[in-house]
């Protein structure tokens, strides 16, 4: 009896060919401070040069159970583009521009063709946002995952000036809370979303989603928002005491993430529009208030906390999505207080 | 009908008790150069001082279905370590040295307990190699990964001083491949393993491994070797020309990936004793000698690219694990010949 390695589930020539089809889509994201070849062990990057004491900024992260939509739909190229701009927001919140990208994509059968489309999305994430794709692992793992899935994670590196640090330890009671508007779920919810959409609601990812012109998949696929253009113009119009980027934990597990020591925030929820995708969680879940704050973002991508005094700077910005006042920061324990004025 | 998250089979409690369990694990690893806390959205690093002209050299990876193996024997203390010290040598041969890194754990359900015996390998690991763990995503995903699944990879970033960076360009024929043991499997070949293990010859993890007084558990999750102290005496003795860590591919897909044109290798596979682990899988698997050298190390953990005439300087080093001489490089194009003398 012979054994060959590709009975046992693994098939380097796959491997080989998916590595020539990402080649192309990984070299496009390359800036100047690339020093390294695709196939070599490691990725090098040069730290760009002029900083005076830049201090590394990096995050890791996936997509969670979102790819479980992607998957359904068979929609794999804009996946990528989540995660890269989920992780760019996780080092945009203390000040981080992005420099590198390195991804994890693990399957139970490489099929080059999905990992293509796959890399075709975190490579154009990384564009967007001036950031390399100098790193990856595709990793076959049959027996662990189901020959038709995959998973897939990420790695950001960025750098800021350490005097440019945002970290909120500045933050003060008689700050504002701004807000930037979110397109949809983003990455986050995934788990009760499709609950109540797929097995609750009996949809599938072709129907109609309700109350919208446009179908489940495509509005549960929304991609992620990456707001480095708008905190980028907000830094310019005033100094950015805090900002929290709403992920799994909602705006209630997030913001206090960055308060300091004797602050709380209460945030009018009646402020902004919640967006339709969400009431319709909430109606057809069963879902409590409190509870699809914590699992949702709820309209809310990012916040930031700026003193009361640059509120009129802040709106003068030009900005893609405009950021609007949600609340402010009192005195208290570290709390998120709800209210509806 | 109400719906909470943890319904849907994401339970934030358990995510919040995980946290506080890995804590200690990971400041446990922190060196001066980390300026952020647990829980701050992105890992904060200060680029160490003193370096002419830094190159960052980053790598991500997984351990392969070496989990799997991990998850039948129950044992998830090491399995983080095999993670680190793998990546560990991938920055290492291109010159890079270790500063931090950053882990991904997803799972269908989230058990703190195991992630803490997973995050102590990952701190270990860290620690031994002096690299700072300062972020990571754990992420529960009911319906991708079974209950009592997991998937684990990291993302490392070292640095090099740009003219210290180990790039193969200077191999040339007549230089001599010196290699540096492996341990066991490290974390490669795997699925094949396992096949042969398991389902050909029937054991299971607490048996004894045939022709050793050890389990089977035991010979399988022998820890990856992190070769950072052996290079770093090698260079102490000499200048290196290249470095390829042998992971999937083996001896004959590594080493071509840094071998600049007109150079191929030749390796005598008589100049060390195969350990018995290996035999017994080319025997009880029957796979093919060729194969073998694709799939598995063979012994073999990190081979480098010396001159000829440094030999004497680097068998004087004082190692752990002593590199000999197991080939050369000769005029070719890119191959690696293997005979037996």
Request: glycine share 14%; aromatic share 8%.
């Amino acid at each position: 009896m012979s054994s060959r390695y590709s009975e046992a589930g693994v098939d380097i020539d796959a491997a080989n060919e998916a590595n020539r089809r990402i080649g192309e889509h990984v070299r496009s994201t390359w800036t100047g401070e690339v020093l390294s070849e695709v196939g070599n062990f490691g990725g090098l990057f040069r730290i760009p040069e002029g900083l005076k004491e830049p201090v590394l900024v990096s995050s890791i992260d996936g997509v969670g159970t979102k790819l479980k939509v992607a998957l359904m739909a068979g929609k794999h190229d804009t996946i990528g583009e989540d995660l890269v701009n989920h992780c760019v927001n996780d080092i945009l919140v203390q000040g981080g521009e992005p420099l590198f990208f390195l991804d994890y994509y693990a399957c139970g059968k490489l099929r080059p063709e999905i990992l293509e489309e796959v890399v075709s999305g975190i490579s154009r994430g990384c564009k967007v946002n001036g950031c390399a794709l100098i790193g990856g692992e595709t990793a076959e793992m049959p027996g662990l995952y189901s020959v038709e899935e995959y998973d897939l994670a990420g790695c950001i590196v960025g750098v800021v000036e350490r005097d440019r640090i945002i970290d909120g330890k500045q933050i003060t009671p008689g700050d504002s809370i701004w807000a930037f508007p979110s397109n949809g779920l983003h990455t986050n919810g995934y788990s009760l979303a499709r609950r109540i959409v797929f097995e609750k609601e009996g949809l599938g990812v072709d129907d109609r989603f309700p109350g919208t012109g446009r179908s489940v998949a495509e509005v549960l696929l929304d991609v992620h928002v990456s707001y480095l253009p708008e905190i980028r113009t907000m830094r310019e119009c005033t100094g950015i005491r805090g900002l929290a980027h709403i992920t799994g934990g909602g705006l209630l597990e997030n913001i206090p993430r960055i308060l300091p020591g004797g602050c709380a925030v209460t945030i009018d929820t009646s402020s902004w529009e919640v967006p339709e995708l969400f009431s319709y969680l909430g109606e057809r879940g069963g879902v409590e208030k409190k509870e699809m704050y914590r699992v949702f973002n709820m309209g809310i991508g990012m916040i930031a906390v700026i003193p009361a005094s640059s509120e009129n700077k802040v709106a003068s910005g030009k900005y893609r999505f405009s950021p609007f006042r949600i609340g402010e920061v009192v005195e208290g324990d570290g709390k998120v207080i709800l209210y509806s004025a």
